[in-house]
C-alpha cells in the first residue's frame, strides 16, 4: 500500500516538473565533457586549446523530439549567462595568451574570442551565438567555443555558464535553459618536469631553469623531447592511429 501511495504522489507532481509536451517547447542542452582542459599558457607548445563543445535538443510543444529546424522554423543560440553570485563570462579577451601564439601553434589566424572550430564567445556585447544543425545526431552544437576559466570581473570561475535559447523564426523566444560549461587550467607538469624535480624528469643538456614557472617546466619537456624525438615524422601518423584527432582538440 506504501509503494501505491508513493507511485500516486510521484505522478501527481508529474504536470508541475515541466516535462516536454506538457504545451510549452524545451531544450535540453549539455557540454560534451564533464570538464574540458586547457593550457594556462602557450607561449612554448600547446597540450590543449579553449576549446568547448556544447549540444542541445529540442522538443516542440506536443514533446515532439525537433529532426527538422527549419521546417520547425526555429534557431538555436547561446549567450553568457550570470550566475547566481553576478559572475559572467562573455569574452576570452584578456583572459589567454592563446591569440598570441594561435597562428603559429594551430596555423588558425584567430581574432580574439573565435574558436577555432568556427563557433566565438558572445564577446563584451553578450551578442547570441547561433548553433549549428547535426542532422546525423538531430541536436544542435556549437564546437570549439574559447571560453575560459576566468569571469568578465577577473575572478577564477571554472564553472561559466551559457545560456541556450530556441526563437521562432519571428525573432520569439520558444524555450531556454542555462548549461555549464566547465573549464580547467590547471594541467600542470610541474612535479615532474620543472628544473630540480628530479633525475627522471631532467633532459641530458641540464635543466633550462627558466624564471618563468609556467614556461620552466613545457622548456624542460620540449627539450627532453627534443632529445629523444627531434625530426621524427612518425608522430603524427602514430597519433591519429591511435585514435586522436589532427587537430589535438580531444
Known amino acids: 500500500m506504501k509503494s501505491n501511495l508513493h507511485l500516486i504522489a510521484a505522478l501527481t507532481l508529474l504536470p508541475a516538473l515541466g516535462f516536454a509536451g506538457g504545451g510549452q517547447w524545451t531544450v535540453v542542452a549539455w557540454n560534451n565533457l564533464g570538464m574540458h582542459c ?14 568547448n563543445t556544447i549540444n542541445a535538443q529540442v522538443m516542440d ?52 574570442d573565435q574558436g577555432l572550430a568556427g563557433k566565438s564567445m558572445p564577446g563584451a556585447a553578450n551578442t547570441p551565438q547561433t548553433m549549428t544543425w547535426d542532422a546525423g545526431m538531430n541536436w544542435f552544437e556549437a564546437a570549439g567555443i574559447p571560453i575560459t576559466p576566468t569571469d568578465d570581473g577577473g575572478q577564477r570561475n571554472p564553472y561559466p555558464l551559457l545560456r541556450v535559447v530556441v526563437k521562432s523564426t519571428g525573432g520569439s523566444v520558444l524555450a531556454s535553459t542555462d548549461i555549464v560549461a566547465p573549464v580547467s587550467d590547471e594541467m600542470d607538469c610541474r612535479a615532474c618536469h620543472k628544473s630540480g624535480s628530479g633525475a627522471a624528469g631532467m633532459p641530458a643538456a641540464g635543466w633550462v631553469n627558466d624564471a618563468n614557472d609556467k614556461r620552466d617546466f613545457r622548456l624542460n ?7 629523444k624525438n627531434a625530426g621524427n615524422p612518425l608522430y603524427a601518423p602514430a597519433l591519429a592511429a591511435a585514435g586522436f584527432a589532427s587537430e589535438g582538440l580531444y
Do not use: C, Q
Open 38 to 51: 586547457m593550457d594556462d599558457d602557450y607561449s612554448v607548445f600547446s597540450i590543449l586549446p579553449p576549446f
Open 61 to 112: 510543444a506536443a514533446g515532439h523530439l525537433i529532426t527538422d529546424p527549419m521546417a520547425a522554423g526555429i534557431t538555436v543560440t547561446y549567450e553568457a549567462a550570470a550566475n547566481p553570485d553576478g559572475s559572467i563570462n562573455t569574452t576570452s579577451f584578456g583572459k589567454t595568451n592563446f591569440y598570441d601564439y594561435a597562428a603559429v601553434l594551430f596555423g588558425a589566424n584567430l581574432n580574439v
Open 221 to 227: 619537456i620540449l627539450r627532453l623531447h627534443d632529445e
